[in-house]
């Protein structure tokens, strides 16, 4: 009989060219590129005169850099942006690859455009320049993040040399309340496992409540399994994974429809198969949560308190007290106490047309608080334009939200959307560390419900409660 | 990429924990279409303020410390974004190794792939060699890759782990590129039994 097998250790095989010593060279089905991790990589490719091995294999967007305002097809203002932007066109262009440029429908957050145009399959491989590449585990692929050096890798031989992970499995049962979204899910398995906890590990998440998630909700979970440290997250696909994908531009059709999906019914973890890890969390014990932190473990129920130093051991002592210094905060403050005086939607954490829809459900017969600066900005320009056809844009910019382009924005601040030095921001994006939406700024992760209650009170609030 | 043989010198101790990329080297630095140059910017936020003057307090502004090839560092060290521009700017200002008793994925891999040496030892290895650090220019430590030993300035040695093929790379200075496709014959093989099996891929 042959051995049980996890879905990783299936997609793994799959995929081995070869494997010596240790060291295992694997196939890679789809890699996503863009402009800030690529420039190096293609300037290798040209200096060593290799081409891209499999340019149908391979998709380049902007989203890093891009302004989320004014006129895009008047090209970008700042200088060393719009290099970069050019740069990613040109070598596009110049090894054959299918680009969506700024002011194409199709262009949007990376993570966000490979699953709406089938890109994104279930079983494949899948790699990208950017650590929340593990977004696209939720299809049941093996998608994780690489560095520059690896991009040129990929493109020049459509392989990576990688060493085989470890199996771990994330059992989230039971159902979730009300209020209690997939961004509540992700984050509070960081706040159990910290940021070190999956290093090594590919993360399975299974169970009821991860089978009853949307695919958004899924890409969410599977997004955060980096910040757990984990170099991929995966879920087995089933028939709502299925339906996601059909239809897409990107996707197969007729004959080879139909023989995908036989292979693709067999990506699941037979039963008995080995985890070297298990975390099983009850569905029902999440709550809706916050960081209060700048380290995505530092995670609480909105009903707690700010901790204090004392609470914890060895180096995160240090750091704790670091962090609240930083977030100017005191030890045993309330959350729901902390004013806040910004809010950003959206990422690829939560930039998806069912997490404008959540926003827009909160805010319904509701206001953004006087004073509060509100952003929206959708992760694609497809999410764009159905959230404007569902009335969603409509009703939100009338609620006082600013209503934006698609691309990364205030996730890294790396265009102009930044905070400023000790500017408050409820954010749905994916990381809390210092300076990262801006030098100084101050970032709460929470869900788009958490983040539109924030926008009606101006302070951390359980929407709940609203 | 240079061959990695011995470093020796003084080691700038950060025992911070969580270090992340966005520390190493802040977004604003990662508008660049180059390798070079981000030394200057390396720990920018942490490193000088607002203004451009120097942060005194900050371990690689003080004197004994200004020169370091070494880095002792707190748990997980490199987390957060794949931004290879992280090892560029660690090698730029002139670290060749980094010693910390566990790195995030993504930022170990890069590091090899800039013949930058990741060392992972225990904790109390990483404490030890901390206090080594604290002591300033005249606590110099050798790293050895070729015998996997780091040689404490008091002559002891704490031994280290590392896979065989990322130190064969390491020590002859290997280009993986290369490496790989000198498996072309492999590559196709695998390429043509896909098409015909998965058709959509
Ligand atoms: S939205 Fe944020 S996390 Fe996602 S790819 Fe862009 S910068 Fe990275």
């Not at chain 1, 790396?414 to 560390?433: H, K």
């Not at chain 2, 502004?61 to 794949?82: L, P």
């Not at chain 2, 990483?126 to 040689?151: C, F, T, W």
Request: with cysteine.
């Amino acid at each position: 009989m042959v051995s049980p097998k996890t879905l990783y250790d299936k997609i793994w095989n799959e995929h081995l060219i070869s494997d010596e010593s240790g060291t295992s060279l694997i196939y890679i089905d789809r890699h996503l590129v863009h402009e800030v991790t690529s420039p190096q990589a293609f300037e290798g490719l040209k200096l060593s005169g290799r081409k891209v091995r499999c340019p149908d294999k391979t998709v380049a967007v902007p989203d890093h850099n891009i302004p989320t305002t004014g006129d895009r097809s008047k090209g970008i203002e700042n200088i060393e942006s719009k290099i970069q932007v050019d740069a990613l066109r040109d070598n596009a262009n110049y090894f054959g690859i299918t680009y969506y440029d700024v002011d194409d429908i199709r262009q949007g957050i990376v993570h966000i455009i490979g699953p709406e145009q089938g890109w994104t399959l279930p079983g494949m491989t899948v790699v990208c320049g950017d650590s929340h590449t593990a977004t696209h585990g939720a299809f049941g692929s093996l998608a994780h993040g690489i560095g520059t050096s690896e991009v040129e890798h990929v493109l020049a031989t459509q392989t990576l040399i990688q060493k085989k992970s470890k199996n771990m499995k994330v059992n989230v049962t039971g159902s979730l309340g009300e209020g209690v979204t997939a961004k509540d899910v992700t984050l509070s398995v960081i706040g159990k496992t910290g940021t070190a906890g999956g290093t090594g590990h590919v993360i399975e998440y299974a169970g009821s409540v991860i089978e009853g998630l949307s695919m958004e909700g899924r890409m969410t979970v599977c997004n955060m399994a980096i910040e757990g440290g984990a170099r991929a997250g995966l879920i087995a696909p089933d028939h709502k994974t299925f339906e996601y994908v059909r239809g897409r531009a990107m996707s197969p059709k007729n004959s080879q429809w139909e023989k995908a999906l036989t292979y693709w019914k067999t990506l699941y973890s037979d039963p008995g198969a080995h985890f070297d890890q298990i975390l099983n969390l009850d569905g029902s014990e999440i709550a809706p949560v916050v960081t209060w932190g700048t380290s995505p473990e530092d995670v609480l129920p909105i009903d707690g308190k700010v901790p204090d130093p004392k609470e914890f051991e060895g180096g995160k002592i240090e750091a704790v007290k670091r962090s609240l210094e930083y977030m100017g905060l005191n030890p045993g403050q309330r959350l729901e106490d902390i004013n806040i005086d910004t809010v950003f939607i959206g990422s690829c954490t939560n930039g998806r047309i069912e997490d404008l829809r959540e926003v827009a459900k909160v805010m319904k017969g509701r206001k953004v608080k006087d004073g509060i600066r509100a952003m929206i900005v959708p992760g694609s320009g497809l999410v764009k334009v159905q959230a404007e056809e569902e009335g969603i844009a409509e009703q939100l910019k009338q609620a006082g939200f600013e209503w934006r382009f698609a691309g990364c924005s205030m996730c890294l601040a790396m265009n102009p959307d930044q905070l400023a030095p000790g500017e408050r921001c409820a954010a749905t994006s994916n990381r809390n560390f210092e300076g990262r939406q801006g030098r100084g700024g101050r970032t709460h992760l929470m869900s788009p419900a958490m983040a539109a209650a924030a926008a009606v009170t101006g302070r951390l609030s359980d929407v709940r409660n609203l | 990429m240079d061959k990695f043989t011995v470093v020796e010198g003084v080691a700038a101790p950060m025992p911070l924990i969580n270090i992340d990329t966005d520390m190493i080297i802040p977004k604003q630095f990662l508008k660049t279409i180059k390798r070079s140059g981000l030394g200057k910017n390396l720990f920018d936020e942490m490193r000088f303020n607002e203004d451009g003057t120097e942060i005194p307090s900050f371990i690689l502004n003080k004197e004994a410390y200004r020169s370091s090839k070494i880095i002792v560092a707190g748990d997980n060290f490199g987390c957060g974004s794949s931004r290879e521009h992280a090892p560029w700017a660690l090698l730029d200002f002139g670290i060749k190794v980094v010693i910390s008793s566990s790195f995030a994925d993504i930022f170990y891999n890069n590091c090899f792939k800039n013949g930058i040496l990741p060392v992972v030892v225990s904790p109390e290895e990483r404490d030890a060699l901390m206090g080594d650090a604290e002591k300033g220019s005249n606590a110099r430590i050798s790293v050895d890759l070729e015998a996997q030993e780091i040689i404490r300035p008091d002559g002891t040695t704490v031994s280290f782990e590392i896979d065989d093929f990322k130190k064969h790379c390491l020590l002859h200075g290997l280009d993986d590129i290369a490496l790989s496709l000198e498996k072309e014959k492999s590559i196709s093989d695998f390429e043509k039994k896909n098409k015909s099996q998965k058709p959509w891929v």
